[in-house]
């Protein structure tokens, strides 16, 4: 997707595991500076950076996390499938835009592994996607 830039990285655990890491963060000097309203906390990092900690239980997440991308800069990253289901569960005005970018740029084999996700897990997203799909394609000038 068209990369945007935030002054922050956010990492996905799981809810079981973030107490572990909220330990580990306290332990590096980092400062917990609020909650977020998609489920996780906000931290300050020691160097000032801001570290953003989604925390789900929902059922692909374990999946998600064990197979990720890795980016070029070797971090690993949530498939594009995997990011979907995720932006369309928060449903920000923020995210939409996103989901109208990732699937607007999106070849037809990575639309569908997002199709058959969305399937799987928001079954009721299904319609909502093909809008979204669709809506990328024509901010990109691919449809007419």
Known sequence: MPERMTDKLEILVLTDDAENLYQELVATGSIKVGELSIGGSSWQLPDGSILDVLESQQPWVREAIANPNIAP?????????????????????????????????ADETALELVRKTVKTYVPDAVEDLESLIVLGKLERGELR
Do not use: E
Not at 86 to 93: F, Y
């Open 73 to 105: 800069d070797n971090l690993p990253i949530i498939g594009l499938h995997y990011l979907i289901l995720m932006k369309l569960q928060a449903s920000r005005g923020i995210d939409i835009g996103d989901l109208t970018r990732m699937l607007g740029g």
